[in-house]
């Protein structure tokens, strides 16, 4: 028992200081601060486990990654983080921790972060932020890219692809509502 009794002495300062920041931080809203830093032990964790297997597995890091490889998985990134985070298919992935709001734009949905403080709530904001999520993406295709290039570089080109698709898809829709048409005609219906 004396060594719980100590921990608890020691970690009470702890605890009045932690409460004192989160009090001062969120004044009064309900910030998730624990369960953001969980985000990042559990982010750190990964990243070090990731980091461990590489070591251990004996493979050297590249010299420097060629330009097209990293805009490849640039645009992977963005696209992936983005699907995650928008996209209606990947909905049951964010459905524990939100609630739908309708839809967002071209084959997107808006949602609410369902519980307001704590894991949940972190949870929520980091699947429903495509530019959160990046961070989580970015480091995967880039420890992809270490342990399994050909493989890596496969799936952000499907990624990337899928970029360059939705940019046509966009380009097409504004043709077809006019972007082209001379001054005027858009509004009179005249194509």
């Known amino acids: 028992m004396a060594i719980a ?5 020691i970690g009470a300062p702890v605890r009045r ?24 032990g559990v982010y ?12 251990a597995s004996g493979r050297e890091l590249p010299e420097r990654i060629p330009p097209g490889d990293a805009a490849l998985l640039a645009v992977a990134t963005f696209r992936l983080a983005r699907r995650i985070a928008k996209d209606p298919v990947t909905s049951p992935l964010r459905a524990p921790f939100t609630t739908f709001q309708g839809p967002s734009g071209h084959a997107e949905v808006a949602e609410e972060v369902r519980e307001h403080g704590g894991v949940k709530h972190a949870v929520g904001e980091l699947l429903t932020c495509p ?10 295709l880039v420890f992809g890219y270490v342990t399994a290039p050909k493989a890596t570089r496969l799936v952000a080109l499907t990624m990337t692809l899928v970029a360059g698709s939705d940019v046509l898809q966009f380009i097409y829709d504004s043709i077809q509502n006019g972007a082209l048409a001379p001054e005027g005609e858009e509004e009179s219906g005249v194509q």
Do not use: I, N
Request: aromatic content about 8%.
């Open 5 to 9: 009794d100590e921990v608890q002495r």
């Open 131 to 140: 530019f959160c999520l990046a961070q989580w993406v970015a480091t995967g």
């Open 17 to 40: 200081w932690a409460r004192h920041q989160k009090r001062e931080y969120t004044q009064g809203e309900p910030r998730p601060l624990g369960g953001d830093l969980g985000a990042m």
């Open 44 to 55: 750190l964790g990964l990243v070090s486990a990731a980091a461990a297997a590489v070591r």
